[in-house]
């Protein structure tokens, strides 16, 4: 079984997904085996834009965890999205380095659920689970992770909410 591990940047998925590996699981991050994947670049966003398609293609099903900010798009056997409160999102990001703009950006994403409301749009209920990392540090989180793969813990999200974090932008 493939388990996806998403979520917006800086909700704790590469230290997470170290933590299962550290227990014997095979993870793979996205980061790692992207490069032939990058079509280009978008500057204004300061990303790169990856054929996702060509990579679920490639991508051969192996028993373990996939790790990257677009798993969800990827051909999972179940996704865990990874959740943090946008105000510990910030702080997350500002130790990253990242540029205001792009800080923004996901705070907004998350406080939208951009990336829940993706993978319910692939995924059906009983295949999603919704960790908040924020407070928590990776052994906790890869606890309930860890449960949820093993058929422990079942599916379970759309109790976050973070709208009130939803800022206006003129």
């Known amino acids: 079984m493939m388990c996806g591990i998403t979520g917006t940047p800086g909700t704790g998925k590469s230290i ?3 933590e299962l ?3 014997g699981y095979t993870v793979v991050h996205i980061t790692e085996i992207v490069q032939p994947y990058v079509i280009g670049d978008d500057e204004a966003r300061d990303t790169q834009v990856i054929d996702v398609d060509r990579l679920s293609d490639d991508l051969k099903p192996f028993h373990g965890f996939i790790e990257g900010h677009f798993a969800h798009l990827l051909p999972c056997d179940c996704i865990v999205v990874l959740r943090c409160r946008p105000d510990e999102l910030e702080a997350r990001l500002n130790q990253r380095k990242y540029r205001a703009q792009k800080i923004q950006e996901n705070k ?3 406080a939208l659920d951009v990336c829940l409301i993706e993978t319910v749009e692939m995924y059906g209920p009983d295949k999603i689970l919704e960790v908040d990392s924020t407070g928590k ?4 989180c890869a606890d309930v992770i860890e449960k949820f793969f ?3 813990t079942p599916a379970s999200y759309g109790k ?3 709208s009130m974090f939803v800022e206006v932008h003129s």
């Open 21 to 23: 590996a550290r227990r």
């Open 16 to 18: 997470i997904a170290d």
């Open 137 to 140: 540090n990776p052994v906790q």
């Open 150 to 152: 093993k058929g422990e």
């Open 160 to 162: 976050i909410d973070w």
């Open 108 to 110: 907004d994403a998350e």
